[in-house]
Structures are given as C-alpha cells and as structure tokens.
C-alpha cells in the first residue's frame, strides 16, 4: 500500500516547543530554561491525568495550569497579568523547525495534515502565524474527542477527517509517546529523533542542566510494547522517506 497521507504531531514536531524558554528567561532571569523543562513536562502529565480522570480541559487551559505550576515551584510571580499573557501567548507563535516549509512542500502530492492534543483556537492561531495554512490539507485537534493523545479515539479523528484508512497514513512524531501510541493504534510511524546527546552533554559534576533532564525523560524512545517503523533525524528526511515507501 502506497502513503497516501502524512500527518504530523504539533509540539516539538513541526514547532519547537523549546522556544518559549526567552520569553520565560526574559520574565524571570535566571529561571528560563527550568521554567521552560516543567512547564512543557507538566503540561502532557496533565493530559494523561485528565484523560484518565475524564475530567477533559482543553489544551489551552492545561497549557496555563501547567504554566501556573512551573512559576510556583520558585515563587515566581509575574509582575502583572500581562506578563503571564504573554508568555502564554508565544504557545501561538512557536518557531517552526527550519526544515518544515520546504519538507512539506515537498510532499505536497500527499494529504498533509497535522493531528494535535492542541485546542482549535491555539492550532488556528499556530498554523497562521507560521505561515502554514496552505500547505496543510487540515488540521486536526482532538477536541473533537474530548480525549488527548495516546488514546486511540485521537487517532481515529485522521480516518474520520481525512477518508484515508491508518495503513495508508504516515504518523509523524518527535514524541516517542506519541508514535507508540499511533502505531498501537494501527498507523505507519516514524519518529524524530532529537536533542538525544543533550542528556549525557547536559550532565557534568553531578549536575544536570534542565533541558537535558527534559531530553533524558522526554527524547529518548520509551519501550512500550510496540515499535515505531521509522527512525529519522529531521523533517527534511521526510520527502525521500515517503517517496520510497511501501508497505
Ligand atoms: C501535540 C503535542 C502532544 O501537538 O505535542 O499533540
């Protein structure tokens, strides 16, 4: 069978989710990069709890309860309402990775879509602010489940949006996770791997700086009883991937 669609995870997959940290190092000098490591760790923590809990919130309110907790690790207040604002607010306007615009160009003979715990107002937002509205066939957010990512019925949404059937999907992720739980379900995988060396260049004298604590827990494939099918380093290793692929 012949790739049909490729969809992408959001965070940390086609946006780097780490370039909050100089918003948040701006705010509170000294505190960015930790800031920054719990805030991300917290926030998927709290989509797990509450998909397990049935007590949804979108992912914008986990988003500021999640950013709520890592200020309040060091007692750190912002100065005004508006600080906490716009800290927030750079969750809609992440940087793309470099590769990701002419990546998806050039698979544009694919249905292209993006699948995200993101609620529909931030991914609308994300996706017009980076410049990614007309290269994307649609933009999924499981909302519509009132369940987060890995829960099957998120994955069901591609089927359900895009007519096409899981063994004719590609399921882009960097979130190892998140692969596990696409290919559990059924879709074709494969995972980004990045920032891996960061968790033994981050650990020196005992110490381990933040980020590379996030890499240690978060970058590293978790063995979750399946496997990814693909194993890549950037999304510019996508088009050749997806023009050879069978399955
Ligand atoms: C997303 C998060 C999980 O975009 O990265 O769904």
Known sequence: VTIKAVVF???????????VAAVTEEAFPGYGEIVTQIWRLKQLEYTWL????????????????????????????????????RILAKYLDLDLYPDAIASLEAMKDKKLAILSNGSPDMLTALVRNSGLEGLLDAVISVD????????????ALIEET???????????????????????????????ERGMTEGHGGFKDGMVRPRAM??????????????????VFALSELPALVAGQRS
């Not at 996030?214 to 194993?231: C, S």
């Open 50 to 85: 509450r998909t397990l809990m049935q007590r949804y919130k979108d992912f914008s309110g986990i988003t500021r309860d999640s950013l709520t907790y890592a200020l309040n690790c060091f007692g750190l207040r912002c100065k005004s309402p508006d600080a906490f604002e």
């Open 9 to 19: 995870d959001a965070y940390g997959t086609l946006y780097d989710i780490q370039s």
């Open 144 to 155: 519509a489940k009132k369940v987060f990512k890995p829960s099957p019925e998120a994955y």
């Open 214 to 231: 996030y890499a240690a827990l978060r970058n590293r494939w978790d063995d979750l009883g399946v496997w990814r099918d693909h194993h």
């Open 162 to 192: 895009l007519r096409v059937p899981p063994h004719e999907v590609l399921f882009v992720s960097a979130n190892s996770w998140d692969v596990s739980g696409a290919k559990a379900f059924g879709l074709n995988t494969v995972m980004i």
